[in-house]
C-alpha cells in the first residue's frame, strides 16, 4: 500500500462561518501500482480527496499516510514523488515558455539542463504537442485543450511514484483523450495511479479499481468488475449510469435476457446480439 | 441572425502571428441551435469571442442581427444580445457571492431590481446551484463554477447563447440537464452556437460545423455530417455508445446513424 486514508476528514474554513464540510470518514488503501478510479457527482469531493492525497491539504480529522509515514505536507518532492494534474490546468502553469514549464520538475531535481529540455520534450509528445511548435509558445495564450496537455506533460516529466489526475480528459479531443489513456494504462504498471472522471466510460475498460463519492463519503469501493456489473450502484452514487451499461440495463428492463453488462463497446454490442437473437 | 462573412483572425505572438480563423462563414439564427466540433487548438474559442465583439475579425465580418461587430456604435448592443459562457468558468467570475456574481450582467443591463431577484433565483435553480447564493465562488467545486458561469448567461436572457464546452466539469446528469435547458431555450426562440468535444451532445443540434486548423472542414445535419470519412482525420471520434451501435448495425441490428443514445439503442433491438 502507498496511500492509506484512514477515517479521513475535511472541512474548508474549519472553524469559520464559512464551514464547508467536503469530505467526512473516507477509509481508503491506495496500491502502488494500479488504477483506480474515482468517481461522484458535482462537489461530492473528489478533488479534495486529491489534493489530500498530494499533501497539499492536511486532513481536518483522522489521518493520511504515504508509505507508511504521516503526510505532513506536499509530497511532490517525496522520495517517491506524488503528481497531481489539477482540473483547471490554467492554475498549475507558470513559467514562461512551455517547455520551461514542463522541465520543472526535473531541473528542480537537479538533471543538467540538456536532460531536463529532453524529458520535456517526450513528455510534450507523449500528450500529442510537436516541441518544435509548442516549446517557445507563453503557456498562457494556448487553446483550452493545449492547456490541459501541457499540464499533463509537466507532472509526466517528474516521473512520479503516484500519479493523481483530475478530469484528465476534460477539454481534450479525440486524440488527446486517446494519448490520456494510453499513458494511465502504461503507467499504471509500475506507478499508483488515480483518476478522477465524470467520463467513467473512457476508463472503465482500463482501470482496476472503482470508488465511488456521494456528499464526501465512499459509498463503492471495489474493482472495477465488480461495479460494471452492479451498476445500481451509480444512481446510489447519484450517479447517472455511463450511456453503454445504461444500454444494456434499459435492454434487460424490456425484456432481452441481457446474461451480464461490459463496459467495452464491443463486447457489449455481442452480448446485445445474442440477447437479441435469444428473445426472437 | 448571427453572421460570419469570411472571418480571419489571428492572435499576435512573439514567434509570428498565431492564425486561428481562416475564412470561416457561418451562421446561427433564432431559434437555431449550430454545433461547433473540431480538434484542439483548431479556433472554436476564438470563434465564440468573436461572436459577441472580445475579439474583431482581421478580415471579413460578424454581424449581430445585422450589426458589425467592428462598429464601435453597436458594442453594447452586441453584448446585450449575445450571452457567452467562456471554456474556463473563472475567467467569468466577477463577484463575491453567487449570487451577486449572477446578478452583475442584468444589473448592467440596468434591468429592475425586483426582476433581477426573479431571474438570479430562477437560474441557478436552473443549474443546480440553489441554495449556495451566499458562497464565494473562488470556493466552488469545478462543476459548480462551470454551473455559475452557465447560471451567469441564463440570466442575461439573451437573444443568442454561445456556449464554450459548457460541461467539459459536469457529471453526466449535470450534461443532460444542461442539453435539455438549451432545448427550452431554443424552443423559445433563442440562437445557440454550443462548442463541444461530444458528439452525442452535437448529435442533439440543427447544424453541426466542423472547425479544421481555423477552417469549416464540414457543415450540415448531424446525420449528413457523422456520416463523412474524414471525420476520424479531424480528430473527431464517435462516443462508446457510438461504436457499440455501429458494432450493432454490422452485425445486422438496424440502428440508426448518429444514434448516441442508449433509447435508440434499445429501440433498434
Ligand atoms: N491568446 C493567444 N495567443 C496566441 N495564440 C493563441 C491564443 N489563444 C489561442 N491561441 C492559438 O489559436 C489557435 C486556436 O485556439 P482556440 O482557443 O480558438 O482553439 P480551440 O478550438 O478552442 O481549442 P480547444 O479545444 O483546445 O479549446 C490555437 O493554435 C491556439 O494555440
Ligand atoms: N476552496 C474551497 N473553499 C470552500 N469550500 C470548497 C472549496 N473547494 C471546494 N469546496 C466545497 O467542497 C465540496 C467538495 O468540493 P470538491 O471540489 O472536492 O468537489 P468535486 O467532487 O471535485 O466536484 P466537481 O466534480 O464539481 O469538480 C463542495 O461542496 C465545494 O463547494
Ligand atoms: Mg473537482
Ligand atoms: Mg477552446
Redesign the pocket.
Known sequence: MSLGFSDVGYIYGDGTAYATRALGGVTLELPRTGLTLVLGATGSGKSTLLRLAAGLLLPTTGSLTYDGAPVTGPLATAARPVGLVFQSPETQLFAETVIEDVAFAPRNRGRAASESRAAAERALRTVGLDPASFADRSPFSL???EARRVAIAGVLAMEPATLLFDEPTA?LDASGRRAVREVVASARRDAGVVVVTHDAEEFLGVADRAVLLKDGAVTFDGPAATLVGEPDRFAEAGLRMPEVLRAQVLAREAGFPVERFSADPAEAAALLGDARGASR | MIEFAGVTFAYPSPGGDVVALRSVSLSVAPGESVAVLGA??S????L?LLANGLRLPREGSVLVDGMDTSDGAHVWDVRIRVGLVL?NPDNQIVATTVEEDVAFGPENLGVEPELIRERVARALETVGLGGLEGREPHHLSGGQRQRLAIAGALALEPAYLVL??PTAMLDLQGRADVLGVLDTLRERGTGILH?THHLADAARADRVVVLDRGEVALSGTPVEVFAEESLSSLGLAAPPIGELADALRAAGVPVPAAAYTAESVVEAL
Open positions: 487553446s483550452g485543450g477539454g | 484542439n487548438g479556433g472554436k474559442s476564438t465564440a471554456q464554450d464546452e462548442i
